[in-house]
């Protein structure tokens, strides 16, 4: 079954490398550049561009401008390091949500996952990763100091860790818990509702909603 996967791919690959050769050169490069997106394959990409090129002007202009804006204007939040358009994020403006607990996630899109299920009310610290020595990922390469530091300033009780409950989110856990505890602040993680080798991204909102109100205190 597998190999019949792979022949019917190579194949599929072989004959858009011929037919490229009868496409502009402009094409050719919005086909590469498709098939460069994760989960696109060489075929889709053939579709996708000749979809870009057939549709109105204004569409098309849409889309390219739509990328432009959001390698321009998406940035860090200077505070928790979530993505946003100013210099703070929505979440850390927001009057309402209580600065004194900070949840602390590995990507942003971990955080989006957890306030869909409408029981957050804290605030976040994205660290932009977790720790993977042999995939070259130090501590030194995410915002594990920027934490320390925000903590350290004061106005914090509670440091939810919601890295992901695997080997390396709970490594990269552990570690920043050792850095907090002096500091005294109170740790907690999210309740084991999470399965464990699992990530935050792929959980549903009642699972995510049993780990936030079930979180227990790291020792």
Known sequence: MLTS??????????????MSSVYTETLNKLIDGLGKLPGIGPKTAERLAFHILKAESAEAMALA??????KTKIRRCKICFNFCEDDTCKICADPNRDKSLVCVVEQPKDL????????????????????????????????????????????????????NPNLA???????????LKPTGVKI?????????????????????????????EMT
């Open 65 to 70: 401008q739509a990328v432009i804006d959001v």
């Open 112 to 163: 989006i996952m957890l306030e869909k299920t409408g029981s957050c009310k804290w605030v976040y610290h994205v660290l932009g990763g977790h720790i993977a020595p042999l995939d070259g990922v130090e501590p030194g390469d995410l915002t594990i100091e920027q934490l320390i530091r925000r903590v350290r300033q004061g106005g914090i009780t509670e440091v939810i860790m919601a890295t």
């Open 169 to 179: 989110g709970d490594g990269t856990a552990l570690y920043i818990s050792s850095l």
């Open 5 to 18: 996967r792979l022949l019917g791919y190579k194949v599929a690959v072989v004959l858009i490398f011929i």
């Open 188 to 216: 907690t993680r999210l309740a084991r509702g999470l399965p464990s080798g699992s990530t935050i991204e792929f959980a549903s909102g009642r699972i995510l909603t049993d780990a936030i109100n079930g979180r227990q």
